[in-house]
């Protein structure tokens, strides 16, 4: 099985999938794509020798090249990682149920378009939630919307500030999205 990852910026979270994938049977991690020529995902790509593509909001949205690239790579399942970018249709329709996001918080709360980043966490602050977590769901044309594939959750203690929250979130991303992927590409693989 073939994984395309979507990253616009660090991408911790593809870094984990990468080192996950390398050394697992069931699938390999085929091509990083990113919006953004600055991101340091592409540079964590090339350290694990795999090929990147940049793509500007031209290019994205108004013709196929990322459809062709990913149809001529026999790609099976594209992760968001990071990815800031809504999925246009002609590629929501070209990869059927095969667009997974990770979301920093536990969906359907605190989502939706602007909810990214720290805000997500201030705003889970700023209401004194006493838990939050992380939501891996599928990809349609709304901004974290798509049916939920898994959640986890964390307690938030009374003093825990931002980078805390931050780092509870992370964590949990980091220890659950890679194994996640590779429940979901089993899955795949028993529907054909
Ligand atoms: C993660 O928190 C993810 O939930 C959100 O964007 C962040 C990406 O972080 N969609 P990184 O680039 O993987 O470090």
Do not use: C
Not at 106 to 118: F, H, I, N, Q
Not at 174 to 188: C, D, G
């Amino acid at each position: 099985k073939r994984i395309a990852i979507f990253a616009s910026g660090s991408g911790s979270n593809a870094q984990k999938i990468m080192e996950y994938f390398k050394k697992s049977n069931e699938a390999e991690v085929s091509i990083v794509l990113s919006n953004n020529p600055d991101a340091y995902v592409l540079q964590r790509a090339d350290n694990f020798e795999i090929p990147t593509h940049v793509f500007d909001k031209k290019e994205f949205r108004d013709t196929d090249e990322v459809i062709n690239i990913l149809k001529n790579l026999q790609i099976d399942l594209i992760v968001l990682a990071g990815f800031l970018w809504l999925v246009p249709k002609n590629l929501l329709a070209a990869f059927p149920n095969k667009i997974i996001n990770i979301h920093p918080a536990l969906l359907p709360a605190y989502g939706g378009k602007g909810m990214y980043g720290d805000f997500v966490h201030k705003s889970v602050l700023a209401n004194k939630e006493t838990e939050s977590g992380i939501t891996i769901h599928f990809v349609n044309e709304h901004f974290d919307e798509g049916e939920t594939i898994y959640q986890a959750r964390f307690k938030i203690e009374p003093g825990d500030d931002l980078e805390m929250i931050k780092f509870k979130g992370q964590q949990l991303e980091h220890q659950h999205f890679p194994r996640v992927i590779e429940n979901l590409l089993k899955k795949m693989k028993s529907n054909l």
